[in-house]
């Protein structure tokens, strides 16, 4: 996380502090998204946001909310299927960009005969397995080396809401609650509401339940506390409200 | 050219089983518009509309020019409509969609044919001289119902405008400064709004007003009436679609009734707000050359 809770923002072409770029005696320097290396040893911000630091992983990278959703290799999305052609499915991940492909035997016990068959419109749980600059993005629903789905594949029922890539980032946290600082879905989850969730990092978010009910609470408590950028006490409020207003 | 993104299965099937429920996904009710704000801006005739995440805003602006040969009498006024590409990329600049028709022809039929402006009043001199009153709309975000916010932005614009005063003495025309003689509104006859209601479900029985662009996509039919706040309808353009009953149009028309008097009074008090404002000290009635009769 950050250097001892005190955060840096860094603007386009600002001078990064040297005492904060991590210094390990083993692992190169890791560059992530929104920093430009210019040889030989210039780093600098091309976007502004918060500028985030892993020690242990020697890596460097800005933190924003906002923008169209560029792809990157591990990524987990939630696309749409568009067309599918022989051997792909054409799928988009957000509105107005060039589509993703994903191959047709990229599911879990796929074979010629039994590869799954997914109208246009249908959803899919997906990880970019291949994101170069230039090229369109590959997707795969399937961990190629142990064959298992590890929870990727088509989504069913369910409603799929648009949620800032910064919240979708935060969702995707491993300690979303401290570090992303989103209760939401735990609230919700504490006050007996069943549902099943998926988060794309293109800034989608799935939400499935027996109730429609609850659908329509936990999407509109993830929108809400994204639009609004809540506090935790706030969405500890919302969530309450929430559920009140609809049972 | 790039397509409206269309919504998915999961999210029409979804939508559809949430409305049979009785529930919307923004959780407002049926008949229940988003929050409205109406701005007017700094110069006279800028009405700045959000509706929710929908925001349009009208301009209005007068030259005098020469009128039509047929129609010495009256004043030209036209109204220009503008999606670009900045309110969704599936505008494109000097190419307009089927959408910006419609709602270019709807503001013309509500607003122009229903006779809210007095044309014969913009003449200065028969068949020489008349005023052209402009409304320029930009639709600066869509997030849906661009058709009744953009009616209530050039009705809200026209009656915030102010033109300059004029007179006649002899032959000579003079058209005044506003630092000369205080601009004088234009003559306005009935305040008509356009309320659009959307059907869904296999008959259409399910009415919603006040649409998001989601809604919107998954439609059925939809159905605008344009009408005052006496009741009095100016046009009701229900343009292919489902067939929807006769009982729920006459239930919508009640329905539009009781919103456009709320939208009515929404407006009167924002315009008599904005004079308020404006009027700082009660200077303004000194400065008008109008004689009350």
Not at chain 1, 117 to 133: D, E, P, Q
Request: aromatic share 6%.
């Amino acid at each position: 996380m950050a250097t001892d809770s005190e955060m840096v923002f860094v603007l386009p072409g600002d001078g990064i502090d040297a005492s904060l770029i991590p210094t390990h005696p083993k692992r190169p320097l890791r560059l992530g998204p929104g920093l430009r290396h210019i040889p030989p040893s210039t780093i600098v911000p091309t976007i502004a946001g918060q500028l985030v630091t892993d020690h242990k992983k020697n890596s460097l990278w800005v933190e924003y909310n906002g923008g169209r959703y560029i792809p990157a290799v591990g990524d987990l999305v939630i696309g749409q299927v568009d067309r599918s052609a022989a051997d792909f499915y054409y799928v988009a991940l957000s509105d107005y960009s060039s589509n993703a492909s994903l191959p047709q035997l990229a599911f879990e016990m796929a074979t010629k005969k039994t590869r799954p068959n997914l109208a246009t419109g249908a959803l899919v749980y997906a990880r970019v397995s291949l994101a170069n600059r230039h090229m369109d993005p590959e997707l795969e629903c399937v961990n190629s080396s142990t064959g298992k789905a590890d929870g990727l594949g088509p989504l069913v029922g369910g409603m799929l809401y648009s949620i800032s890539l910064g919240m979708a980032r935060r969702l995707l946290m491993r300690k979303s609650v401290e570090e992303g600082r989103v209760v939401v879905l735990e609230e919700l989850g504490a006050l007996g509401l069943a549902f099943e969730t998926a988060v794309g990092r293109n800034g989608k978010m799935w939400v499935n339940s027996e109730d429609t009910k609850t659908v329509l609470i936990v999407g509109r408590a993830v929108k809400e506390t994204d639009e609004g950028n809540l506090t935790v006490d706030q969405q500890k409020k919302l969530v309450r409200k929430l559920v009140k207003e609809m049972s | 050219m790039p397509r409206e993104a269309e919504p998915s299965l999961n999210e029409k099937a979804f939508f559809l089983q949430a409305l049979q429920d009785g529930h919307r996904l923004d959780g407002r009710k049926f008949e229940q518009f988003r929050q409205l704000d109406l701005q007017f801006g700094d110069q006279y005739g800028v009405a700045d509309v959000t509706l929710g995440k929908t925001r349009v805003l009208a301009k209005v602006s007068a030259e005098v020019t020469v009128p039509y040969p047929d129609r010495p009498f009256d004043g030209i006024f036209t109204i220009t409509t503008e999606l670009s590409p900045m309110a969704s990329p599936a505008f494109e600049v000097n190419r307009p969609t089927e959408q910006e028709v419609l709602l270019s022809r709807l503001l013309e039929k509500t607003v122009r044919r229903s006779n809210a402006l007095d044309t014969e009043s913009l003449c200065l001199i028969a068949g020489q001289k008349v005023w052209s009153i402009r409304v320029d709309l930009h639709v600066l975000s869509h997030d849906g119902n661009l058709m009744d916010a953009s009616c209530l932005a050039v009705v809200a614009a026209l009656r915030h405008f102010r033109k300059p005063d004029t007179s006649m003495e002899g032959e000579t025309l003079t058209i005044y400064t506003p630092a000369e003689r205080e601009p004088v509104p234009l003559s306005w006859l009935h305040t008509p709004l356009c309320i659009t209601f959307s059907f869904y479900g296999d008959e259409g029985e399910m009415t919603l007003v006040d649409t998001t662009l989601l809604e919107e996509q998954l439609k059925v039919s939809s159905c605008t009436i344009s009408l005052n706040k006496h009741g009095e309808i100016c046009q009701v353009a229900k343009l292919g679609g489902t067939p929807v009953d006769a009982v729920s149009l006459v239930q919508c028309a009640s329905i539009a009734l009781q919103k456009v008097k709320e939208l009515s009074t929404l407006l009167d008090q924002k315009l008599a707000e904005d004079s308020k404002r404006r009027n700082k000290g009660g200077l303004l009635a000194e400065l008008s050359a109008e004689n009350a009769r």
